[in-house]
């Protein structure tokens, strides 16, 4: 069964702390994502990365990086958390064939930023 | 670039009602259309997609949509809906063929069935 975990189902964290948000595959999917979530917003993607060590921003990079070292895990890093990256983060994966492109999601985190 | 406009952000419904949550996309290339679902606290489901050939799809759950190419729609309907249905419903578009694997989401439909 396809599966995606996050690190965290909840997490709080202090303004200007760093902050990690972990996610694993078991599909030997190429691709994954990171979106965050808002009431009102739907999602919206902040980055993907199609490969081992390949990134690309999407809509809403900023104030976010990430890392992708190894196939099965994509972090996600805030580098200062700030109170308007308090929100839901859902990770995702996909294969890159064409027919296959539905994204699997895990069950996301919600963090909190005082 | 797509775009996908989901007219309605909350339709209440009784049980055992129809319902229809409305899909709109905008898009110059031919593309593949999704709809998801996500229950209270969990991540996202896919529900159905259109890739290609019929333009009626379906869900194991009585769900279906269909891919109206003229009116750039991708409704979503069933019959009779339940209580185990409420849940938030996103739709969501990528450009079809090799490379394209971005999907855009809708803002989401928020299905609540009354009792």
């Known amino acids: 069964d396809v599966k995606v975990t996050q690190s965290s189902r909840y997490l709080v964290k202090r303004t200007g702390e760093k902050v990690f948000l972990e996610c694993v595959q078991d599909?030997?999917?190429?691709?994954m994502f990171w979106y965050r979530q808002d009431p009102g917003l739907g999602l919206r993607l902040i980055y993907f990365?199609?490969?081992?060590?390949?990134?690309e921003k999407g809509d809403i990079p900023e104030g976010y990086s990430v890392s992708r070292e190894k196939k099965e895990r994509f972090s996600l890093i805030l580098e200062s958390a700030s109170t308007n990256q308090t929100s839901m983060y859902l990770c995702?994966?996909?294969?890159?064939?064409?027919?296959?492109?539905?994204?699997?999601f895990g069950p996301g985190t919600r963090l909190t930023v005082t | 670039a797509q775009s996908v406009t989901q007219l309605d952000s909350q339709v209440p419904v009784f049980e055992e009602a129809p319902v229809e949550l409305r899909c709109n996309y905008s898009?110059?290339?031919?593309?593949?259309l999704f709809w998801y679902v996500q229950y209270p606290n969990q991540g996202l489901q896919l529900l159905l997609k259109?890739?290609?050939?019929?333009?009626l799809v379906e869900s194991i759950n009585g769900f279906e949509a269909e891919f109206n190419k003229s009116q750039t729609s991708f409704h979503l309907r069933k019959p009779s809906v339940h209580i185990s249905d409420t849940a938030e419903y996103f739709c969501?578009?990528?450009?079809?063929?090799?490379?394209?694997?971005?999907?855009?989401f809708g803002k989401g439909t928020k299905l609540s069935v009354i009792p």
């Open positions: 995702a994966s996909s294969l890159s064939h064409p027919v296959k492109y539905e994204q699997y």
């Open positions: 599909m030997d999917h190429e691709n």
């Open positions: 990365s199609y490969d081992v060590k390949m990134k």
């Open positions: 898009s110059s290339v031919s593309v593949y």
């Open positions: 259109y890739l290609s050939g019929s333009t």
């Open positions: 969501a578009v990528s450009e079809a063929g090799a490379g394209s694997y971005q999907l855009t």
